[in-house]
Structure formats: C-alpha cells, structure tokens
C-alpha cells in the first residue's frame, strides 16, 4: 500500500471529486477480447529475459559509463548513508538491521522496504539486503495464524505494528528481491534461506483463503488480478494497476516450487487488465480500478492519475523490456509520452483526471519525471529522449517529501543504465 494514499487525501479538496467525474468515460474493452488479443501477440523473445541484453538509453543517449556510474554512487550514498536530515532515507538498526524511512509521515512501510531490498540487490549490497530483511521479517511479518505469512505495511520505526493490512505491491517486490538474493549470493539458514522464504510466501499469496477467516488470496480467484488489500470484503474487490507486475509474475512461473501455471495465467491477466484500464487517448491509468479496468472511485483519490499511478509507465515498459509480449505496451509507453510532452518534460502537474485534466494540487514530481523516463525503454516515437535527458538533468528531492520521490528515481536510474537486471536462482 503506497505512503502516497494519506498524503494526498490531505492536500486533495472536495474539488477533485467534482474534476474526477468530469472525465470522459473510458472505451472498456471486454476481458475476453483484451486477454484473446495479448494471447494471440507470438513471443517475440525479444526482451532481455532471452536475449539477457539490458538496453543503456544513458549510454545512448552520450552519457559516459564513467558519468553514469558515478551517479548511481551518488544517489546511492545519498539515499543509504546521506545527510539523515535532507538525504537518507536508510537508517540501521543494532548490528544486523536497518528500515527505509518515509520522512514525511515518519512511518516505514513495507513498500519502501521491498524497494530498498531491491535496490541493495541489484548493486550487489548484500549487508544492506540483509539488514532490511532481517527489520522487515522480524517486525513486518506476521506469526498471527489469522495473518501468517504476510507482511503488514505500516510500521513506527520502533516497530510498533500500526496497521495489519498487508499490502500486495510490497510482497511482489519482497518475494522478487528474494529471488534475486539467492541468486548473487545463495541460500543462508533460517530467515536468509531466500528462495525458500519466496516460496513460502508465494504459496500464502494464492493460498491465504485456506487458512485464514479474515484474509483471503492476493490475486482474485476469478479474473487472476492482483487485489488491493487481502482483508476480505470490499478491499479484495479492486485493484491497482501499479501494483500489477507480470514481469515478476514470468519469473515466479519459471522459479516458484507450485503453481507455476497459474501465475503464467496471472501474467496474461495483468497484461490484458492494463489495456482496459488505460485511457485511450492519454494513456494515463487511475491509481485504483475495479477488475473490469474502470476507475474506482474512492474518496476523490482512486479514480485520479496520481501518485500510485505514476509507477504504470514504469511497470509496463520494464515488462516489455524484459519479456516484449505485448506489442501494445509500445503504443501505450509512446502515447503516455506524447501526452506529457504536450505539459512540458519537467515541470508539468502530477495529478489529473483520466482524460488529462490537471486538478490540484498543482506541482511538478521528481517521482514522475523518473517514471516517465523508463517509459522510453519500452517507447519508439524520438521524444522519447528528451524526457530521459529531462531525468538525467533532474536534481534529486530534499527533505521531507525525499522517500518516494528519490526511490523511484533511483529505480529510473538503474533502469534506463542498464543495471536492473533479472537474477535466476539456481535450479
């Protein structure tokens, strides 16, 4: 579950309701056409999954390695050991653990955690990854039979459990980053035992509903979409589309111990789900949807393009990037940027209604700058570079608002450089 959700509903006025269902209604297309027209797209093997050729649009763009890499060191220093009052968001704990700090709410989430596991796992920072696993599984997991196996995804920083819910993002990102761990650096005992603990918990994500009265799977038994929250009732009847990840999805069909067809047939679902959701002409997704792709409305939030709905473009071209299924994700990436191009390539608004209305509050996100960029890995039209060039000029956030902002610049980072990378386990 994203920080971003109570962030915004303090700052959104009543206004945006009335902006939000100004929108014109999206062109839905049925299920069963959207998941026959992904279907019948032949595997191009294409993406970097086959051809294991990770594209450097810095590099192309005429960056030197040696620039780039610097970079990389920066924004890492920055975010793990920086400034604790302007720059870092990693703070350790003891001798063995550390959280991934959202400095605005003063709260650790188990997004911003799954996040600096990934992020520690793809430059090779093994004490970093531990440090975060061993806060995440010592005070984020639950041992609660009602909840076993989940994570929660709010915590104080001492701790303190401030929410039960779990959020699905947050164990996508988790189980993947355990994947690669073991990987770069094999099994250890107990709680270090990567693959086996991906395991485990992919076997709750589907399975939860068999042992628990208050929980129920992470994925929709009937349309195989990730949910919003487990909790049965009303919050496992929608989703979210940045929380769809059908490049992971391909990865656990390959490496998960069970269920390997199934999560193939998530892939499919996902991929088909982003379709319907996508508006025709802008491109912009909505940061909360009911499975049949049109905006949920939820409390002058959900059915707007806002902060949880940034991460799509990134999702969709990284899946593109990695396994090019969907030759609709080129279109998708290039119209999202032709939209945006249209606003400027750094100081546009971040929030509007579906079909491009901008509504307050009015303000430029380094967040979305970096989003935008990684649409380029998967994008053809030549804008594309002015919009990783508008990233790579762009400063990184200071102070309180630095957490999301600065993560998902340096996801952005280590995408568009070549450095986001798929780690098999061994057999």
């Known amino acids: 579950m994203s920080y971003t959700a109570s962030k915004w509903l303090r700052r959104l006025g ?3 309701i009335i902006c939000a269902f100004m929108a014109s209604p999206l062109q839905v297309i049925s299920a069963a056409q959207a998941t026959a027209e992904v279907e019948a797209i032949a595997d191009g093997k294409g993406g970097a999954f086959f051809s294991r050729e990770y594209p450097n649009l810095l590099a192309e763009l005429g960056i030197s390695q040696a620039e780039i890499q610097r970079r990389i060191e920066q924004v890492w220093q920055a975010l793990f050991y920086g400034d604790p009052e302007t720059e870092r968001v990693y703070f350790p704990v ?8 959202d400095v605005n709410q003063g709260f650790v989430h188990s997004e911003g955690m799954s996040y600096g596991m990934m992020i520690a796992v793809q430059l ?4 970093e990854f531990k440090r975060l696993w061993k806060w995440a599984r010592t005070y984020m997991y639950h041992t609660d039979p009602r909840y076993r196996g989940y994570f929660s995804w709010k915590h104080a920083t001492d701790g303190t459990r401030l929410s039960y819910d779990a959020a699905p993002d947050a164990e996508t990102w988790f189980v993947t980053a355990l994947f690669f761990a073991a990987a770069r650096w094999g099994n250890g005992e107990g709680i270090f035992n990567y693959q086996a603990e991906a395991n485990a918990l ?5 399975h939860k ?11 929709d038994p009937e349309t195989d979409l990730v949910v919003f929250s487990p909790r049965r009732g009303r919050m496992s009847r929608f989703t979210n589309p940045s929380y769809h990840a059908p490049h992971f999805y391909e990865l656990w069909a390959r490496w998960a111990e069970r269920d390997q067809a199934r999560w193939l047939q998530i892939a499919k679902a996902s991929r088909a789900f982003w379709r319907r959701t996508a508006h025709p002409q802008t491109g912009l997704m909505p940061n909360y949807a009911n499975f049949d792709g049109t905006p949920k409305v939820w409390e002058g939030y959900g059915e707007l393009f806002g902060a949880d709905a940034w991460r799509c473009a990134m999702l969709v071209a990284l899946d593109y990037a990695w396994f090019a299924a ?3 994700q080129v279109e998708q990436s290039n119209r999202l940027l032709r939209f945006f191009y249209q606003k400027g390539l750094s100081n546009y608004p971040s929030v509007y209604t579906l079909d491009g209305t901008s509504v307050p509050p009015r303000y430029t996100s380094l967040a979305l700058i970096a989003m935008n960029a990684t649409a380029a890995l998967a994008a053809t039209d030549p804008i594309r570079w002015e919009f990783v060039r508008a990233f790579w000029n762009a400063p990184l956030t200071e ?3 630095r957490y999301y902002d600065n993560m998902l610049y340096m996801m952005a980072l ?4 070549g450095n986001f990378r798929i780690y098999a386990p061994r057999a």
């Open 14 to 16: 009543s206004a945006l």
């Open 414 to 417: 280590l995408q568009l450089s």
């Open 94 to 101: 003891g001798e063995d653990m550390a959280y991934i700090l």
């Open 209 to 219: 509903h068999q042992s628990s009265q208050i929980l129920t799977t992470m994925f």
């Open 326 to 328: 969907d030759a609709w």
């Open 124 to 127: 090779n920072k093994q004490e």
């Open 202 to 206: 992919l076997h709750e994500m589907l």
């Open 399 to 401: 102070g309180r608002y």
